[in-house]
């Protein structure tokens, strides 16, 4: 990277810890305040920085308004599309990736396993909310108050004795969720069937897509799918990296 390059990339984290005037841009670049002000004057004219009343200098909104771009624009299924492969070959089970969307959890990405089983579950197809692995974790990111207005709306199917029965339950549960950064449904929706799901987190730790593993009990028990759980949460952690821009790298340790 080109020096001048650098330097005046090297502003804008300055800035964004408040607005600071020549001097202090300069000291910080450790260059002459002439030097400063050139590099001010082009990211000023991009909308980069702004000057105010008061000569000091801040971000500008034209920044702002590309982080926003860029944050509307990523498609998070692409991006952990290759992850998901790479996790269904490792694994050879079922692998989802669910988002949140109007109140519902939908299933936006699915590689299917390796063994003759199938799990009915589709592209675009709401999921079971209540039971859910990835429906827990993002409804466990929720805001409180709106947790508690949504449980209150559910309703609470029982599809088998391991369902979740009410609203109390389900905060509980997403409380755990919450806690410990990951969760299951351990034959809460088919008995045969168990989940382990992981959070894939963007750049501000919100929870913007959620991961999982399923398997029949005919091929693997319970116990043994959760012995999986750090490859799962390696794998979400590796999509929420690149999600960010802070990795690229495609397939977890």
């Known amino acids: ?89 490792r694994t050879g089970h079922t692998v989802h990736l669910a988002v949140y969307e109007e109140n519902e959890v939908l299933y936006i990405d699915k590689v299917d396993s390796r063994y003759p089983v199938r799990m009915y579950s589709r592209i675009g197809r709401p999921v079971a909310i209540t039971v859910a692995a990835v429906a827990k974790l993002l409804l466990a990111d929720l805001p409180e108050p709106e947790r508690r207005a949504l449980a209150a709306k559910l309703d609470y199917p029982m599809y088998t004795p391991r369902s979740t029965p009410n609203a109390a339950a389900f905060l509980q549960e997403l409380a755990t969720v919450r806690e410990q950064g990951w969760a299951t449904d351990l034959g809460g929706h088919e008995e045969s069937i168990n989940c382990v799901a992981a959070p894939v987190r963007g750049a501000d730790g919100r929870v913007v897509a959620a991961m999982s593993v399923s398997a029949p009990n005919v091929v693997v028990t319970a116990d043994d799918l959760l012995a999986l759980l750090p490859l799962v949460r390696r794998t979400a952690d590796a999509i929420g990296r690149e999600y960010s821009g802070t990795s690229t790298a495609k397939d977890p340790a």
């Not at 001048?4 to 984290?13: E, G, M, Q, Y």
């Not at 400063?36 to 009343?53: K, S």
């Open 1 to 89: 990277m080109s020096q001048t390059v650098d330097r005046a990339l090297s502003i804008l984290p300055l800035l964004a810890r408040g607005p600071a005037d020549l001097g202090q841009v300069a000291d910080a670049l450790g260059v002459h305040k002439s030097t400063a002000l050139r590099l001010l004057r082009t990211l000023h004219e991009h909308g980069l920085v702004y000057r105010q009343e008061d000569q000091r200098y801040r971000l500008g909104a034209r920044l702002f308004a590309l982080a926003q771009e860029a944050v509307e624009n990523l498609d998070v299924r692409e991006i952990a599309h290759p992850h998901l492969v790479g996790l269904g070959e």
